[in-house]
Structures are given as structure tokens and as C-alpha cells.
Nanobody, 127 residues
Framework: QVRLVESGGGSVQAGGSLRLSCAASGYTYSNYCMGWVRQGPGKEREEVAA????????YYADSVKGRFTISQDNTKNTLYLQMNSLKPEDTGMYYC????????????????????WGQGTQVTVSS
């Protein structure tokens, strides 16, 4: 059963904006870590932004601070990633993931989620 479905990716020029959505179906991720993870061409997976749904605490990678905003709409059971001032290095497949916080986790900004993952949405930023 597919629980997370991303959308909103596309091709934009540097300096442009996109808003990614991650719709959760069949499950409400209460008190979960939910995050956006990206993988650029020839690169390893990289954490981008995350949120703890229990209290709305947000986390950002240094590379996106001030440009990206993660948010959640509980009425729509949807996670968002607003991306502004996009750069070519933001290019990659963006995945939404959810997991209960593991013992020893100090935050939600990570790539080793073992729970649900979406199929990804492609973001391409041209210079």
C-alpha cells in the first residue's frame, strides 16, 4: 500500500521556485519524523529538510537554510517543501520519507529513515 506520494517537481532556471508536496494516504503520521531527502546525479543521498510532526520542530541542511521551507498541513495530511532561489546544485530526485524517531536520534534531519518512502519527484535547475 502506497502511503507517500510526491509531486511538484519540474525544471526551472536558477533563481526560480518550486513547491514539492508529499501526500500521505491511509495513515496519519502523528509524532513522526518526516523529511525530504535528495539524490543528485552521481551523488549520495543528502538530507534536505525535516519536521517532527508532533511539535512542528523543523530542521534544515546548511545548504538550503534561508531558501527552503518545510511545512505540514494536517487537514490535508500533506507535507510541503517550498524551494526558493534554486541553484543548479539543488538538482536531483527528491524523496519524502517518514519514520518514528529511533532511540538515539538527536533530530529528524537524516537519510536513514527505515519507515515509509515515496517514489520521488525530479527537480532540475538549469543555470
Amino acid at each position: 500500500q502506497v502511503r507517500l506520494v510526491e509531486s511538484g517537481g519540474g525544471s526551472v532556471q536558477a533563481g526560480g521556485s518550486l513547491r514539492l508536496s508529499c501526500a500521505a494516504s491511509g495513515y496519519t503520521y502523528s509524532n513522526y519524523c518526516m523529511g525530504w531527502v535528495r539524490q543528485g546525479p552521481g551523488k549520495e543521498r543528502e538530507e534536505v529538510a525535516a519536521i517532527y510532526t508532533g511539535g512542528g520542530i523543523t530542521y534544515y541542511a546548511d545548504s538550503v537554510k534561508g531558501r527552503f521551507t518545510i511545512s505540514q498541513d494536517n487537514t490535508k495530511n500533506t507535507l510541503y517543501l517550498q524551494m526558493n532561489s534554486l541553484k543548479p546544485e539543488d538538482t536531483g530526485m527528491y524523496y519524502c520519507a517518514a519514520d518514528k524517531p529511533h532511540l538515539g536520534w538527536t533530530g529528524c534531519l537524516r537519510t536513514d529513515y527505515t519507515g515509509d518512502w515515496g517514489q520521488g519527484t525530479q527537480v532540475t535547475v538549469s543555470s
